[in-house]
């Protein structure tokens, strides 16, 4: 496989229910960042982790709880969603963060999530 | 304050027409980057380009040609000889300055080209 994988593609879950969200990176790089894409509003950036250490959450509710394992893995675990968490998430990759050139992200397909 | 700004929510055409999608950014800082992503049906948002606020020098790639002018703060996208598989949504976003890698959106352009 290459590029930014995402699994599962559609998830449709109810309020009460439990679940993950994953994505794997073939490309080597070192930085992950999940994304919340909703209907007519910009993408907003959830999450950023650099060599697995979460180093971004832009004030997203608990009910969201981030896992980077390695620098290839980043899950999102889902709890007690609410229906206007319904979106497409997508999860992005870069080289690295830090101090030189904005590295390009790339993305995955994302999760297309629907609560209940 | 930081923000991207797509007038043009949806554009259509007929296959073979050219077609400039906008972009209108606003920033402080002296340093950034802009870039455009390319998202079709199926969901995945696919890099285009990047650009530097330093290099001004309009690029051409194929059918495809970005317009930067730090004088209007545009960073426009034109399509010539539209096809049906460039029906996308077009995103335009800006990174402020580099060391942080915040991509800011804008709201996006959905292209539809029809034959």
């Known amino acids: 496989e290459t590029g930014v994988t995402q699994t599962p593609r559609h998830l449709v879950m109810g309020m009460t229910n439990k679940k993950s969200l994953k994505c794997e990176q073939h490309?080597?790089?070192?930085?992950m960042y999940w994304y919340k894409q909703s209907a007519k509003k910009p993408l907003e950036l959830m999450f950023v982790?650099?060599?697995?250490?979460?180093?971004e959450n832009n004030s997203v509710p608990s009910r969201f709880s981030p896992e980077c394992p390695n620098s290839s893995h980043l899950f999102l675990h889902l709890h007690t969603l609410q229906p206007e968490d319904s979106a497409l998430y997508l999860c992005?990759?870069?080289?690295?963060?830090?101090?030189?050139?904005?590295?390009?992200?790339?993305f995955g397909p994302g999760t297309r999530l629907t609560v209940l | 304050a930081q923000k991207v700004t797509q007038a043009q929510t949806e554009i259509s055409v007929v296959e073979k027409e050219d077609v400039t999608l906008d972009c209108v950014y606003e920033?402080?800082?002296?340093?950034?980057?802009l870039f455009w992503y390319k998202q079709p049906p199926s969901g995945e948002l696919v890099f285009l380009i990047r650009?530097?606020?330093?290099?001004?020098q309009n690029e051409i790639s194929g059918r495809y040609s970005w317009n930067f002018q730090k004088s209007t703060s545009s960073f426009n996208f034109t399509i010539t000889a539209s096809q049906v598989v460039d029906s996308a949504v077009y995103f335009c976003?800006?990174?402020?300055?580099?060391?942080?890698?915040?991509?800011?959106f804008g709201t996006g352009t959905r292209l539809q080209v029809f034959p």
């Open positions: 490309l080597g790089h070192n930085a």
């Open positions: 982790y650099s060599l697995e250490e979460r180093v």
């Open positions: 992005a990759s870069s080289q690295d963060l830090g101090d030189r050139v904005t590295d390009t992200q790339y």
């Open positions: 650009r530097n606020s330093f290099d001004e």
């Open positions: 976003a800006l990174t402020p300055r580099p060391n942080t890698d915040k991509l800011i």
């Open positions: 920033t402080r800082d002296t340093t950034y980057y």
